[in-house]
């Protein structure tokens, strides 16, 4: 168990819709990043936060944000959601804030999204 | 352009066997390559890091320069190996570092 958690596991919504995924990262670390895992684009870079600053965008769509919260934990809101929006996000922590080198990021279970 | 490669969808092989998963990258800086799992319905699991050069599970890779490539390999295959593969090169990028991953490789270890 890398310490990384995500709430929930698994959300079924409609087109349209908005939903908030939520990542808490390890103990003692204060950068988290945001992952899409989909069938077709595989593993991509979503955005970074560090201390509740945002470090970097990915491939985000505008209709994505996020934030980083004073206690570390970030929240990834995913609004109008598409059918193509269905994917696993994961989110990873690492102690590091980036752009020196490389620290090991650990990885939550993510959370599994289903848009009907 | 950034870009690692992982030509092989599936690899399947038999108890025993040496494995072999492939991984080249592109990246004009210095780079830094990991290898992570997952297996099923679990979380992406860090396996390897090309600066630590240790042994993990059994697992080696090789940073290749010339051929910019990170394959991973293991002599004798064993069934719990069995897992999704990815290849990830880091990049520093002014205030942050990402990952950016491969497509992955199913290994299938037959008993």
């Not at chain 1, 593993?43 to 570390?72: C, M, T, V, W």
């Not at chain 2, 030509?7 to 830094?32: D, I, R």
Request: net charge neutral; charged share 20%; with cysteine.
């Amino acid at each position: 168990d890398s310490g990384v958690t995500q709430t929930p596991k698994h959300l079924i919504t409609a087109t349209g819709q908005r939903v908030t995924l939520r990542c808490s990262p390890r103990s003692g670390d204060l950068s988290v990043y945001w992952y899409q895992q989909s069938l077709d684009q595989g593993l991509q870079f979503l955005i970074h936060y560090y201390n509740g600053e945002e470090r970097a965008k990915g491939n985000i769509l505008e209709r994505f944000s996020a934030q980083q919260f004073p206690d570390l934990h970030s929240e990834l809101n995913l609004s109008s959601l598409e059918l193509g929006d269905s994917a696993l996000y994961f989110c990873a922590s690492s102690a590091l804030r980036g752009g020196g080198h490389m620290d090991t990021q650990y990885f939550g279970p993510g959370t599994r999204l289903t848009v009907l | 352009a950034q870009r690692v490669t992982q030509p092989e969808k599936l690899l399947s092989v038999f108890k025993g066997a040496p494995v072999e998963l492939k991984c080249n990258y592109s990246y004009s800086g210095s780079p830094e390559l990991f290898w992570y799992v997952q297996y099923s319905r679990q979380r992406l699991q860090l396996l390897l890091r090309h600066i630590s050069r240790e042994s993990i599970k059994g697992f080696t890779a090789d940073l290749n320069k010339g051929e910019t490539s990170f394959h991973l390999k293991k002599p004798f295959a064993q069934e719990e190996d069995s897992a999704m593969y990815y290849c990830a090169l880091a990049v520093y990028g002014g205030a942050t570092n990402k990952l950016i991953f491969g497509t992955g490789t199913l290994l299938a270890v037959q008993p």
